[in-house]
């Protein structure tokens, strides 16, 4: 019963809600790291230095007037957002955030599940999170949200590719798909020397799956203002935001997991504090991508992947499978 | 308990597929099918075999349909009216009739045939040996020529799709 | 087209086909902006330096024994291009002349300074002030005791 019930129940509000609350917080990271590399300050009214801002925006949306366009196709404009945070929310079941810990007597593993497919439930669930995207663009019955779910559903289909077979190769070296399995072969050395070349490949096309700056082209604020998401407010607008937010909070994680070898580091802090520093970490080189690099041109994103990223990748697999077989 | 629920599973997976036509949105018809593509990963996990349900969410639900969303976004593809007809001729009886025979004789196989069906993949092998060695271990074995001759079928199947579209 | 004709606008753009320094250029660059202090000031509590010259609210002076310097002479009522002062003088016998009633609406006002330059006692200058706010028009509408102190109107936030 204990078990079996209370504590899965128990992990799964805990880590739910810390991972919701680092979403949240991500918000205001984002806000106040970009500020300073563009030489501002970010937020600071709300609390001190800001700090309660992404709670004064969480209440802001809560008030706002629910809109749902008279074009819209309503059940799947009502229905996009609840896929988006869904899929979202159910990629951090499988995230190991650190080593077992003893509560009462009784060991306690830092993750909800760990299934032996666990990398490939997040590159499934991560692809269908899209459709959120992609949908509520089309249902919004605007040109607008509509090119931003065209092209979501592009580039979902094109970096899907190359980020799968990045993975793969770190498949490869594992041998297993399970996630815990990966960070315990990581306790010497961690993959991002044994796999540089997989770890660039899956950082640009992870940011490019995130629609983050230098690929958002669902959400080209200059070309398509704000794309898929260009009809929707209030809740569900703060639900998209919110599922955009914890992708990349999973995707931070996913880096530090497959590559930045989890929670091992020096001893002098728990497990789970390293594992956090790695994440924020990750978070920190997505914002300085985005404060840094200008929007690529529609075209060149697909050219860097289906003419680059894919190759790379692929040569990658072939690289480290002969490597394997010679030793 | 199990039983229960693949019967339940696949009611839905039926109903999900029948939605697929009977929908007169194209884009309600291809969500209806990732829901169905959905329901049949849920079936092969009651079945035990993680591996493959995940890779039918990967492939199917989110390969496949992303693509098939993406051709029915770029045409462009208004409501079509023929569905009506379709609808109005279920009702008629003819093909209520055969549409409900076809449930009966998918629920009982779906129902009573892994009872019945019982190959090398038990629970126990996979226990034993993990699914996914399991599997790699059949197909690239016994199921090598076969495996082959499939990839040479889509080798050529894209290197024709090429032609076709380098000739426009 | 020949060579010369082309104007190239940046002289340190990297050749064709070279990416990945730039990248790591823009990158480290970006890095030394977020270590380095913002150049934003906090607007309500922080302010930029005036010119001297600024034209803000307007102050009528006073001298030292507290009267307006103003003889209600009318000038700066007669030059104002968009007709924002409005004066009725007051004068007794053997007195000095005073304004009985002074009032300037900053909301017609354009401050163009050409009060500052007409007067010639020197009784009325722009200030510093720039940044009064109110909820109702009638509130812009600035009487001699409001004009005696503009400084009170300065907006420091909550």
């Given at each position: ?11 799964l ?10 979403a ?16 501002r ?17 969480g209440?802001?949306?809560?008030f ?6 008279e074009?819209?196709d ?6 996009a ?48 999170g ?15 949200g ?10 979902i289909?094109?970096?899907e ?11 490869m ?7 815990v ?9 961690w993959n ?5 070349v ?10 490019a799956?995130l ?9 080209a604020?200059s ?10 407010s ?7 935001f919110l ?8 995707f ?18 728990p ?13 920190f ?41 010679v030793? | ?5 693949i ?6 997976a ?20 990732v829901?169905?593509c ?6 092969f996990?009651?079945?035990r075999?993680?591996f ?5 969410i990967?492939?199917?639900?989110g390969a ?10 770029m045409?462009?593809l ?22 409900l025979?076809?449930?009966g004789?998918v629920?009982?196989g ?12 038990t629970?126990?092998?996979m ?11 059949y ?6 020529l ?6 040479v ?16 | 087209?020949?060579e010369t004709d ?6 340190d753009r990297p050749?064709?086909?070279?990416y ?14 977020f270590?380095?202090k913002?150049?934003?000031?906090q ?10 010259r ?10 030292e ?27 007794e016998?053997?007195e ?13 006002c ?6 500052q ?13 720039y940044?009064?706010?109110?909820y ?7 009487d001699?005791?409001?004009?005696k ?10």
């Amino acid at each position: 019963m204990v078990e079996y019930l209370i504590i899965p129940v128990i992990k799964l509000i805990v880590i739910f809600s810390v991972f919701l609350f680092i979403a949240a917080y991500t918000t205001y990271m984002e806000r106040k790291v970009l500020g300073h590399m563009q030489m501002r300050y970010g937020p600071m009214r709300v609390g001190f230095h800001g700090l309660l801002q992404p709670i004064a925006d969480g209440i802001k949306n809560l008030f706002k007037e629910d809109l749902i366009p008279e074009n819209a196709d309503k059940t799947v404009f009502v229905l996009a957002p609840a896929i988006s945070i869904t899929a979202a929310v159910i990629l951090l079941a499988v995230i190991p955030l650190g080593p077992p810990i003893t509560i009462f007597g009784r060991t306690i593993n830092l993750y909800i599940a760990n299934p032996s497919i666990g990398i490939l439930f997040i590159l499934g669930f991560s692809t269908l999170g899209a459709y959120g995207n992609i949908l509520g663009g089309w249902s919004s019955g605007n040109k607008y949200g509509y090119m931003g779910g065209l092209r979501g559903s592009a580039m979902i289909i094109s970096y899907e590719i190359s980020m799968a077979f990045a993975v793969v190769s770190i498949i490869m070296i594992t041998g297993s798909f399970s996630l815990v399995d990966m960070v315990h072969a990581q306790t010497g050395l961690w993959n991002v020397f044994k796999q540089p070349v997989a770890f660039l490949v899956f950082l640009i096309s992870g940011i490019a799956e995130l629609n983050r700056t230098p690929f958002d082209m669902p959400e080209a604020e200059s070309e398509l203002c704000c794309g898929y998401n260009v009809e929707y407010s209030s809740m569900k607008f703060a639900l998209f935001f919110l599922a955009e937010y914890i992708h990349m909070v999973v995707f931070a994680s996913l880096v530090t997991t497959l590559f930045f070898g989890g929670w091992h580091g020096p001893a002098f802090l728990p497990g789970v504090v390293w594992f956090f520093i790695k994440v924020f970490a990750v978070i920190f080189l997505c914002i300085w991508v985005r404060a840094t690099f200008p929007r690529l041109r529609y075209d060149k994103v697909m050219k860097l992947e289906w003419k680059f990223l894919l190759p790379v990748a692929l040569l990658n697999i072939l690289a480290t499978g002969m490597v394997m077989a010679v030793l | 308990m199990e039983q229960a629920l693949i019967l339940i599973c696949g009611i839905i997976a039926i109903a999900t597929a029948i939605m697929v036509i009977l929908s007169r949105n194209t884009v309600h018809s291809a969500m209806w099918m990732v829901g169905n593509c959905f329901i049949i990963a849920v079936l092969f996990l009651l079945l035990r075999f993680q591996f493959i349900a995940i890779l039918q969410i990967i492939v199917y639900a989110g390969a496949i349909m992303m693509f098939i969303i993406y051709a029915i976004m770029m045409l462009n593809l208004r409501l079509s009216d023929d569905s009506a007809d379709i609808v109005k001729n279920l009702l008629n009886g003819r093909y209520l009739l055969l549409a409900l025979l076809f449930i009966g004789i998918v629920i009982l196989g779906v129902g009573f045939g892994p009872m019945a069906l019982k190959g090398t993949m038990t629970d126990q092998a996979m226990i034993k040996f993990g699914e996914v060695e399991l599997l790699a271990n059949y197909i690239f074995s016994e199921g090598l020529l076969p495996f082959e001759l499939v990839s040479v079928l889509l080798t050529a199947a894209i290197v024709g799709a090429i032609y076709l579209a380098k000739k426009n | 087209m020949k060579e010369t004709d082309v104007i190239h606008v940046s002289k340190d753009r990297p050749e064709k086909g070279k990416y990945v320094k730039p990248l790591f250029r823009g990158l480290s660059f970006i890095f030394k902006n977020f270590l380095s202090k913002p150049v934003t000031l906090q607007y309500p509590t922080e302010k930029t330096q005036r010119s001297q010259r600024w034209r803000g609210l307007h102050r009528l002076k006073v001298d030292e024994k507290g009267e307006l310097k103003c003889v209600a002479c009318g000038l700066c009522a007669r030059i104002c291009p968009s007709v924002a002062i409005t004066i009725v003088p007051y004068e007794e016998e053997g007195e000095t002349r005073y304004p009985k009633k002074f009032v300037i609406d900053e909301l017609r006002c354009i401050f163009c300074g050409f009060c500052q330059e007409a007067c010639p006692e020197g009784a009325i200058e722009l200030t510093e002030v720039y940044d009064y706010v109110d909820y109702n028009r009638k509130d812009f509408i600035f009487d001699i005791e409001k004009l005696k102190t503009p400084e009170r109107f300065q907006f420091k936030g909550k």
